[in-house]
T-cell receptor, first 111, second 114 residues
Framework: GQQVMQIPQYQHVQEGEDFTTYCNSS?????IQWYKQRPGGHPVFLIQ?????EVKKQKRLTFQFGEAKKNSSLHITATQTTDVGTYFC???????????FGAGTRLFVKA | DGGITQSPKYLFRKEGQNVTLSCEQN?????MYWYRQDPGQGLRLIYY???????QKGDIAEGYSVSREKKESFPLTVTSAQKNPTAFYLC?????????????FGPGTRLTVL
């Protein structure tokens, strides 16, 4: 079945360092979503990418969708302690109804 | 306020007992979902419903049951057949299933089976 792989599983950074998490699908996706889950909280929607090669920015966060629509990345510039949490990608395959979540990347930021 | 509520936040049950987790939304969303999250793990889909009186199994439906008698409600029953029920359970909803619909999550229920 369709799988969405996400790496790394964990990332420890010093505050001010950059961070990137990568997401790869075994099949072509219709679109991809990114969510953030703070420790002890629930996932919250960040953004959705739809077009091949699409790049979107939200302040220090940059999201990319690959040309083949099978991979995506989230890059955070100059991390802050408020960035702590787990970042999930979620892909929907073309013609499908289910959203497949990656396992998430847990970000730790040391002040 | 619009949103999704789950109750209770923490739930303890003895092994062999069925337990029902509540999920209510007032967002007028058609689609609702149940996920299971284990420590340090991602989200695994248990059941989803695209419309009232209809639901489909997700990836790990064994040992769980659901109903969707009302648009705003999608309760999940964890039965005694579920071998490892201790987990964090998240309910979500979206305007509809599939493309372009972000999911809104409830605060979750942490179930511990003793």
């Amino acid at each position: 079945g369709q799988q969405v792989m996400q790496i790394p599983q964990y990332q420890h950074v010093q505050e001010g360092e950059d961070f990137t998490t990568y997401c790869n699908s075994s099949t072509t996706l219709s679109n991809i979503q990114w969510y953030k889950q703070r420790p002890g909280g629930h996932p919250v929607f960040l953004i959705q990418l739809v077009k091949s090669g699409e790049v979107k920015k939200q302040k220090r966060l940059t999201f990319q969708f690959g040309e083949a629509k099978k991979n995506s990345s989230l890059h955070i510039t100059a991390t802050q302690t408020t960035d702590v949490g787990t970042y999930f990608c979620a892909g929907i395959n073309t013609g499908g109804f289910k959203t497949i979540f990656g396992a998430g990347t847990r970000l730790f930021v040391k002040a | 306020d619009g949103g999704i509520t789950q109750s209770p936040k923490y739930l303890f049950r003895k092994e062999g007992q069925n337990v029902t987790l509540s999920c209510e939304q007032n967002l007028n969303h058609d689609a609702m979902y149940w996920y299971r999250q284990d420590p340090g793990q991602g989200l695994r889909l248990i059941y989803y419903s695209q419309i009232v009186n209809d639901f489909q199994k997700g990836d790990i439906a064994e040992g769980y049951s659901v109903s969707r008698e009302k648009k705003e409600s999608f309760p999940l029953t964890v039965t005694s057949a579920q071998k490892n029920p201790t987990a964090f359970y998240l309910c979500a909803s979206s305007a509809r299933t599939g493309t372009y619909n972000e999911q809104f999550f409830g605060p979750g229920t942490r179930l511990t089976v003793l």
